[in-house]
């Protein structure tokens, strides 16, 4: 099939599934061709195999993001390999980094610590934006696979160290903490794209999607830890607030917003 009705037949296919039909017709089809975009006007008269372009609509149809089927995502600025072992990084956490950046240059920060390192995707955003280290965990095995693809995609192996454990239980030599962690109530009806394909532990969380956000504090506290960055729901600031306070933080906690105006996060500068 002819690239030009191949991209009709693709676009009409996509048509009831997705919002924009014509824009994930020729993504999906510069992935089959291996071109960029803008490239296809160039390749008018390739063949594309029908046998393989079926099955990636047939995935996008079942609402599968098409992220995991092109096997990228573009995040700050740069591309990042991806798949369905790994939370698809967001927009917003693109904030965070900002926030990480911002503290490590105005405190000279050198090592970096992150809780859920997922795709990678902070970790890496924040090591080629600066000079510091970082040591980095996450329960998944699929996740840590994945982050380790990206980390040495990118040579960055020798500044980012992943661990299998829980929270920070596998490092304590750090300046700064960052995380995203997992932070929606599991009551909360996700959009079916989210829900039936991205991992369920990088996004939910027990206690109204609180637990590890409150754990997080709680080794703030307990590792005297000086400087964090931390994405969140957007209703959960009270609690982490109060929870804060609780702890007897001592420090300056202070919110940040995304850009559609909801609470995303917070910061926190020791004493
Ligand atoms: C919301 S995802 C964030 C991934 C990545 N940092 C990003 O921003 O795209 C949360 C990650 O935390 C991991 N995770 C869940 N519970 C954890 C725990 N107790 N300790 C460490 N990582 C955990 C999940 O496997 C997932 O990769």
Known sequence: ?????????????????????RLEAEILLSHILNCRREELILKEIEDIDFNILKPLIDRRKMQEPIEYITNKVSFYDFELFIDKGALIPRPESEILVEEALNLIKHYNINKVAEIGVGSGALSIAIARHSEVTIEASDISDDALKIAQKNIDNFNLSDRIKLHKCSMGECFSDFDLLISNPPYIDPDFKLEKNVANFEPHTALFAPNKGLELLFKILEEIKSKDIQYAACEMGYDQKESLSNYAKELGLSGKLEFYKDLAGFDRGFVYVGE
């Not at 099939?1 to 924009?20: P, S, T, Y």
Request: hydrophobic letters at 50%; a positive charge; glycine letters at 0%.
């Open 1 to 21: 099939m002819m690239l030009k009705k191949a991209l009709l037949w693709a676009q009409k296919e996509l048509r009831d599934a997705v919002d924009r039909p």
